[in-house]
């Protein structure tokens, strides 16, 4: 469903007047109230106060490709293909794949406002609610195949920490494989999907997820602890373009130097950020197998380094999933 023309409007917080947004669009009050019903529909919260009109509350920022940009240093601006911005996708990952099938070249970036389909790992579904949140998908092409990718998605991390880091956000920690954390919850996701030749060429779509400002009615399909920016930084997120801006000047130059560093160069910053460090865990599989032992951080491939009774076990992402012992 693309952007209603009321929304641009009201992202700004503030009451206006059933009859000021009439007038503003030049349209009917009853025009106004079928807008209105649309933004319901888009699954966004509208308050209505007799004498001061409607508001969305704390308003909204909007996916804009000009403040994008703008945020972006020269070496992101050198290594950006294709910039997309939708409304609703199923996904963006999704789209960033039928965007390869199409012939895309490396550097497409696509977001989108919301998507209906949204996953994450194992299949499971990720919450996408209308301009709350980023929904990010970046395709890069390597020449050596998928061994070369061992711990891309862990580096993948380490790049979202720091552009958060760098927008003043506190205390991200990193949970292997592929999950950001804060304050105990979960915060933000990480999805590689692949195309072309597993030991040749080949195209890899890089899916970020993080929550920025996570709506009360959406949390309540979400089955685990979560965070969101806004609880982090006192109900005052960064900018959802200053949030993709930064995280494009970290994701791009990391995916054009990964084939030639490996996860290696990018392996003690993920271990400072490593929120099971020395942890007592259990490792499960798609199969409900489970393992038990002490997360000793990860080795310059990535694999996790799980210390058992038989000794250290090298443990790569695949299915597996990490919690902490009850």
Sequence with gaps: MPKTVILPMLADGEFHSGQALAEALGVSRTAVWKQLNRLEELGLELES????????????????????????????????????????????????????????????????????????????????????????SLTWEFTQGAAALEGLSLAVGVAASRALEQLGVPDVRLKWPNDLLARGGKLGGILLEMAGDVAGACQVVVGVGLNVRMPDAAAGAIDQAWSDLASLCGGQPPGRNALLAALLNELLPLL???????????????????????????????????????????????????????????????????????
């Design 49 to 136: 106060v007799r004498g001061l009109g409607y508001r969305i509350p704390s308003g909204l920022e909007l996916l804009d490709e000009a403040g994008i940009r703008d945020g972006l240093s020269e070496t992101a601006r050198g290594l950006l293909g294709e910039l997309q911005l939708h409304d609703t996708l199923d996904s963006t990952n999704a789209e960033a794949l039928r965007r390869i099938d199409a012939g895309a070249a490396r550097g497409l970036v696509c977001s989108a406002e919301q998507q209906t389909a949204g996953r994450g790992r194992r299949g499971r579904a990720w919450v996408s609610p209308f301009a709350r949140n980023i929904y990010l």
């Design 256 to 326: 054009a130097g990964f084939e030639k560093t490996g996860f290696a160069a990018w392996r003690d910053a993920w271990m400072q950020r490593d929120a099971y460090a020395d942890t007592p865990v259990v490792i499960s599989s798609g199969a409900e197998r489970q393992m038990a032992g002490v997360a000793r951080g990860v080795d310059e491939r990535g694999a996790l380094q799980l210390e058992t009774t038989v000794g250290i076990q090298s443990l790569f992402g695949g299915e597996l999933s990490l919690r902490p012992q009850q």
